[in-house]
């Protein structure tokens, strides 16, 4: 049997950008439809930054160019936030993969929006509700235990 699900036209760009807490899930976002760039990243590093979370902040990111510019590296190095980069090919180290992969099963997977601002609010409360409704399969999903493989050895 063959399943025809309603697609819209065109090509409009919601894009979230985010920042998740590893130990309280909280998530910090900043969202556009254009583009994510180096102004982005350094708009959410400063949402971070007046979080005036204590400690130190380690920001984890993947390696796209635009999170290793010299405007990031300095806006980070201006609110003391540290930038780790994940080596290539590895988002599956990254805890907000995680959490785009879940929005999407969530509330993108298989559903037709009538017109972009229901998308765009689909995903909005999907992540509003990320310490709320969603705490409880998030709290399995977004864990820090993660799998560490050792070279083989080569003992004959």
Not at 123 to 148: K, N, W, Y
């Amino acid at each position: 049997m063959r399943v025809l699900v309603r697609a819209p036209s065109g090509r409009q760009r919601f894009n979230v950008l985010g920042a998740l807490n590893a130990v309280t899930h909280q998530l910090i976002t900043v969202t556009n439809e254009s583009y994510i760039n180096s102004l982005s990243v350094c708009t959410l590093l400063e949402k971070i930054a007046l979080l005036g979370l204590q400690g130190p902040i380690t920001l984890v990111m993947d390696n796209a160019r635009y999170q290793r510019c010299r405007l990031v590296m300095e806006k980070a190095r201006d609110l003391d936030i540290e930038l780790l980069f994940l080596p290539p090919y590895s988002p599956n180290l990254n805890l907000i993969e995680r959490l785009w992969k879940f929005v999407k099963k969530e509330c993108l997977y298989a559903t037709y929006y009538e017109n972009f601002a229901l998308f765009k609010q689909a995903i909005a409360v999907c992540l509003s509700e990320t310490t709320g409704r969603h705490q409880p399969a998030l709290r399995t999903l977004l864990t820090l235990a993660f799998q560490t493989l050792q070279p083989p050895s080569c003992d004959l």
